[in-house]
């Protein structure tokens, strides 16, 4: 281990950065189970795939085996804006715990859309365009993704229709305008642009909407639009593999100083930061070199890992998407209305779903009020403020930290701080006036959620 005294932020240079993406499903020995044709439950084929999405990222979505896939010049070229990103040592949040704890956050806000997404929508945006498409639809839910996919699509010209959850539209009124700055035209979901949507409203009259809900409608749109294809910011495995563009960086980071974590921490929506984040520590963990606690947080209010099961789903409300194996709360589940923002899908990636099912990492929820506490602590001893995502993992660490510090034990702790909050002041003025509420679905709420699951097998 170096003697040198860790930097409060470490800094890697350009030519550190990974140039290629790395592939944690080549090292599964129980793969994440295929996606399924909802008609005829046999695994989607490439040709089916690629009706709705871009061919090369349906190849990336099928490939179980290559390692490493090479990231485009291109793409690298876009990264170079804000990649690569720091990974800064919490000294001052350490001191003000009093823990001996060693906590590291890979700091994934420093660009203007202010989240880990935009490393996977400057990908997807680049393949669209590689295959001479018009345009993309997408969902988007508290807004990152729809802003991250904005801003990539006005880079390679692309046009880009974003379905956003009808809360989140109205909670979030400048999220919605950044996108239409980078030349996104934006509709509350559900709509009556699209027949899923039409549907949908005739049913539940008022809803606030879901992510399950705009993903049904963005497919639908891309699907009966000459020269769209569908993209999406989390769940699937392509997004989980462009996301280890953060865990990659973390390691030569922290190898750079012989760092080894003892816990890696992230918050858990759809599962891309921490499938990304935990991407090359998991590949040592899975080929039997090196072991470390890998920890999930998710929301009380939309608790899939911790409280929902392993089983084929949709991964729409409106059930027009393949079935996906996964952790889940059905899709019909929609979380309740004052739970701020993201972390609201109701089910999690297969990769990430497929390893918790293999004991190799924990999760745990955390209910908001708690969250929140844990964001203006971080804010006020590290000086940024955080998205309510990511300060779920915040909460995580410094429970971590806490536990340290009672044990006496000097851990060194790494978390994903995958954004900024500065859009979602609304659900801090809920916490700081006191009028945040701590909703947590009843046993029998997600009981009848996952009993409308496909019966597939
Ligand atoms: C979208 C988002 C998340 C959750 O999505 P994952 O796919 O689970 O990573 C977390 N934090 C921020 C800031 C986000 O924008």
């Known amino acids: ?241 462009h996301q280890s563009i953060i865990g990659l960086e973390t390691k030569t980071a922290l190898d750079k100083y012989g760092v080894k974590p003892d816990i890696i921490i992230g918050c858990a929506g759809g599962g891309s930061n921490l499938g990304g984040l935990i991407a090359p520590f998991m590949g040592e963990k899975l080929r039997g070199e090196a072991d470390y606690r890998i920890i999930a947080v998710e929301p009380a209010s939309c608790p899939s890992l911790t409280r929902g099961v392993y089983a084929y789903d949709f991964c729409d409300t409106g059930m027009v998407c393949p079935l996906a194996k996964m952790y889940t709360l059905g899709s019909s589940f929609i979380p309740a209305p004052n739970h701020a923002g993201g972390l609201r899908y109701h089910g999690m990636s297969s990769v990430l779903s497929q390893l918790y099912d293999d004991g190799l990492m924990e999760a745990v929820s955390v209910p908001q009020t708690a969250v929140f506490e844990a964001a203006e602590e971080f804010a006020r001893t590290e000086g940024i403020l955080p998205a309510p995502e990511s300060s779920h993992a915040i909460k995580a660490a410094i429970d971590e930290a806490i536990l340290c510090r009672e044990n006496n034990e000097e851990k060194t702790i790494v978390f994903g701080l995958t954004g900024t909050g500065y859009f979602d002041m609304t659900a801090y003025e809920k916490f700081h006036d006191g009028k945040m509420s701590d909703y947590v679905p009843t046993d029998e709420e997600i009981a009848e959620n996952i009993s409308k699951l496909p019966k597939v097998n």
Not at 188 to 208: C, F, N, Q, R
């Open 1 to 241: 281990m170096s003697t040198e005294k860790i930097p409060y932020k470490i800094y890697l240079d350009e030519s550190e950065m990974p140039k290629s993406w790395y592939n944690l499903r080549a090292d599964m020995k129980n793969k994440p189970a295929p996606l399924l044709n909802p008609q005829t439950l046999k695994p989607m084929t490439a040709a089916e795939l690629s009706g709705v999405f871009c061919e090369d990222l349906v190849k990336q979505e099928l490939d179980n085996d290559t390692a490493y896939f090479e990231i485009p010049e291109e793409i690298r070229d876009f990264y170079k804006m804000f990649r690569p990103s720091p990974l800064m040592r919490a000294y001052r949040l350490e001191k003000k715990l009093g823990t001996p704890a060693k906590i590291y956050y890979k700091f994934e806000g420093n660009n203007t859309s202010g989240s880990h997404k935009l490393n996977s929508a400057i990908a997807q945006a680049y393949y669209a365009k590689k295959q001479g498409l018009k345009g993309v639809t997408t969902e988007t839910g508290a807004g990152q993704w729809g802003t991250a996919l904005a801003m990539a699509c006005s880079y390679f010209d692309l046009d880009c229709k974003v379905y956003m959850v009808k809360v989140s539209y109205e909670q979030k009124p400048f999220r919605r305008e950044v996108m239409r700055t980078y030349g996104a035209s934006v509709t509350p979901s559900p709509s009556m642009e699209t027949e899923v949507g039409k549907k949908i409203l005739a049913a539940h009259p008022g809803t606030t909407g879901s992510l399950g809900c705009a993903i049904s409608e963005a497919v639908e749109k891309a699907v009966t639009s000459d020269g769209y294809r569908y993209v999406l910011g989390s769940v699937l495995n392509q997004v989980l593999l």
